[in-house]
């Protein structure tokens, strides 16, 4: 028998568990939570081989994550499938759970051991590499985050992922037409976290089979002194880019730097995925390799006191435009004032980084202003408007912009502290909304910015 677990990293999560005979198929799976409910599920299901388990094993380092991790992340981050640093510095770590999981059952951690029924071997193994490398997946299959809609489509493509692979033989495997069923009845997100683990846990036995019966198809990354994880060799196939995410591909498409090189630098500030893939987000230096929300938690101690506000009637296509200009500037927050819908192509992601709010009306808008104190100077070319560069724009302020076509509403002027303009010389009557933002916003950055 070769079994899986998908442990819990603490001690009263959910752990999956799941065994196939020495022919590759599936013969039992469950879910449970304790040590003694995990050991009490494996003597019943023996005696096993080899054990495939889904968490840590060997994690000798205080800090920072081992090589093993870095060398699956080189071969497997582009597809979303690395593995999370670990080290000893959480309670949980010191030492793993895995590991003491292998020490109680008298399993050896060593791969170059040769395993017997006498004397089974423990390998640390993960989901999402494996499947991308012996599936052939352009990316990880997006089952574990999101809505629940999100999920179950994900589990549907997971559940005939599985069942793809022959030797698992699933279509005539009972407790698969259980986890089928319990699917088919789940209604809540936590219907499926009850089932992930325990699939999970089939496909760990599976890599577990794998190692005894096809060993062709796996390696060691890592070693037994510094940790290892076992995955398929890295794949020789190209990455899909991330569903509905183009603007991904712009973004990706900028100059970048590659995979870090050296000792990786500790601290929680640093995405693994970057320091081992490379970094050709649109961001400039000095975030380089960074986590994104690392990014937004540093813009927030230096943003600018100003905000931007664009009214949204029409679906207008500036707005991506006018936030990317507002990260640029760093300006505090961008006000979306209409329908909460935009068209986010212009914003090449800069809305990631941006604080945006949603207001249905002008009077949300004025509400919020209201709060702070803040001015609203609302920015058209109409009579009336003042010269921009003749204006006295104050540094805490709301600048307010109309959108293509009909320009700014009536409701949007009446609320207005001050009207400005940019002046013109030429034949038409307006500049384009975004380009009329960046001139403004930059005029506040001439007189206020540091
Ligand atoms: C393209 S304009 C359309 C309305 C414009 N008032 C008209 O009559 O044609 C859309 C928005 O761009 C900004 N804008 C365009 N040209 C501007 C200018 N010369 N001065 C200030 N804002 C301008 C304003 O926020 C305006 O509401």
Redesign the pocket.
């Known amino acids: 028998m070769h079994i899986g677990v998908d442990l819990a990293w603490g001690a009263n999560g959910r752990t999956g568990l799941a065994a196939v005979d020495d022919a590759g198929a599936l013969v039992a799976s469950a879910s449970v939570r304790t040590d003694d409910e995990i050991d009490a599920w494996l003597a019943g299901h023996g005696p096993a081989v080899v054990v495939g388990v889904d968490a840590p094993l060997i994690v000798p380092n205080a800090t920072g994550r081992r090589d093993a991790e870095r060398l699956l992340g080189q071969a497997y981050a582009r597809f979303d499938a690395g593995a999370h640093p670990t080290n000893r510095s959480r309670p949980w770590m010191d030492p793993p759970r895995g590991l003491r999981l292998a020490e109680r059952h008298g399993w050896s951690v060593d791969p170059a051991h040769a395993p017997t029924a006498a004397a089974p071997l423990c390998l640390e193994v993960y989901p999402h590499p494996g499947m991308v490398g012996l599936l052939g997946l352009g990316r990880v299959i997006p089952y574990k985050k999101g809505s629940f809609a999100d999920r179950r489509a994900g589990f549907e493509t997971l559940l005939a992922s599985l069942e793809s692979i022959p030797e698992l033989r699933l279509a005539a495997a009972a407790p698969w037409a259980a986890i089928r069923a319990r699917f088919a009845a789940a209604t809540r997100l936590v219907d499926l976290a009850v089932l992930e683990d325990e699939i999970d846990a089939v496909f760990c036995a599976h890599l577990a089979w794998r190692w005894a019966a096809r060993p062709a198809s796996l390696q060691v990354y890592g070693d037994l002194e510094g940790g290892y994880i076992v995955a398929p060799p890295p794949p020789e196939h190209e990455p899909t880019p991330r569903p509905g995410r183009s603007v991904d591909v712009v973004e990706r498409s900028a100059v970048g730097v590659g995979p870090w090189e050296g000792p990786w630098p500790e601290g929680d500030r640093w995405d693994p995925e970057l320091l081992a893939a490379g970094d050709t987000r649109n961001v400039v230096d000095r975030y380089r390799y960074w986590r994104m929300e690392a990014i937004v938690a540093d813009l927030d101690l230096r943003r600018h006191p100003f905000s931007v506000a664009i009214?949204n009637w029409q679906h207008d296509l500036?707005i991506g435009s006018i936030v990317r200009t507002a990260n640029a500037f760093a300006a505090e927050t961008v006000h979306i004032v209409g329908r909460r819908r935009w068209n986010k192509r212009g914003a090449m992601v800069t809305d990631r980084y941006q604080h945006v709010v949603h207001h249905d009306d002008v009077a949300g808008l004025l509400a919020w202003a209201g709060q702070r104190a803040l001015p609203v100077i609302?920015?058209?070319?109409?009579p009336g408007?003042v010269p921009?560069e003749s204006f006295d724009l104050p540094e805490r302020c709301v600048l307010?912009?109309?959108?293509?076509?009909?320009?700014?509403s009536a409701e949007a002027l009446a609320a207005a502290d001050a009207v400005?303009?940019?002046?013109?010389f030429g034949s038409t009557?307006?500049?384009?909304?975004s380009?009329?933002?960046a001139?403004?916003m930059h005029e506040w950055v001439r007189r206020w910015a540091r």
């Open positions: 009214e500036n609302a920015v058209d070319n109409l408007s921009v307010l912009f109309g959108q293509e076509g009909p320009g700014l400005v303009e940019i002046r013109q009557r307006s500049i384009n909304a380009a009329a933002a001139i403004v």
